[in-house]
């Protein structure tokens, strides 16, 4: 099998930051999931608004479980520190390391069937315990590597691939977010990019855990029913040897909608997204408030988008645990071991 590679060599004019880095010093390795895959719309975002922010590559620790969406982090910031965990599992280890250095910028990345699912009870205790982290969830209500079938995420009477109907309610992270005690709560649609980067800007620089859920259509299972060319109907009319697939290129769907105003949205399989992004007067500093909202609109059909609260005085883990200001790894002996007196001391106040 061959492999592209990306041109080491570029327009020496190509606009820089305040680092003198361009746009294409973070970027990462060429994508292999599926042409159109709103991932990767997503992986653009986020080099965008770490290009816009001038932050070092090197200052940024990717963190991701299992599924398409966690394998993202290696198609940006190629240059940074990595580590892909196991599945569900990715806020536990994202805790550790936070715990460890805290001069790093944590970005969590997940997907809906990691986060949702398996990885529900790691996603409520990340929230609750206010890991300054930025964690985004690529949502597209199915698992993607498994052949598409429902997520948690995924609406109840939503269709799958093969036409059965979900009868299930989904879960809205969103909302779990906000109960929890997330402090910076958002939701924005991968097609958007004038919304999606902000909003990342926002939670890369905000105090606390910062929660980004990311609409992204899934191009692989969008095959209408009844077609000649879908991969069903190929499949049950063929005596294959073996099982390939084919994913066709799929045009990218962006949108660019006002403020205030609801926008439709449709995707590949006919499927139609009916967007609304909140209100210039819109207050994010309520979160009851919030709650509700997000609520109303979901029951008239609509997905909110945007920056749905905010807590400007946000606390972090290291405040609740008032842990040192240096990492760990920077601690001399004196520091870690500072003799038997010390320990006693402190043995004193447990009695």
Known sequence: MTYLAKPKLHHPELPKNELGLTRRDYEGAISTLCAGCGHDSISAAIIQACWE??????????LSGIGCSSKTPTYFLGQSHGFNSVHGRMPSV???????????????????????????????????RGVNMCYIVENNGVYGLTKGQFSATADRGSKAKRGAVNTDEGIDLVSLALQLGATYVARSFSGDKG???PL??????????????????????????????????VRDHNEAVNRLDVITVQREITADYAPGSVQEVRQHDGSVLRLRKLDEAYDPSDRIAAMAYVQS???????VTGLLYVHAGARDLHSSLNTVNQPLNQLAERDLCPGAAALAKFNDTLR
């Open 94 to 128: 994202l805790t550790g390391a936070n715990l460890a250095n805290r001069d790093l910028i944590y970005l969590g990345v997940s997907g809906d069937g990691d986060s949702a699912s398996i990885g529900l009870g790691q996603f409520a205790h990340v929230m609750r």
């Open 53 to 62: 922010l001038s932050i070092a590559p090197h200052r940024v620790a990717k």
């Open 297 to 303: 609109r979901y029951a008239q059909g609509e997905i």
């Open 195 to 197: 919304q999606l980067v």
């Open 200 to 233: 990342i800007k926002g939670a890369l620089t905000h105090g606390g855990a910062a929660f980004l859920d990311v609409i992204s259509p899934c191009v692989a299972f969008n095959n209408h029913e009844g077609s000649t060319k879908s991969y069903d109907y």
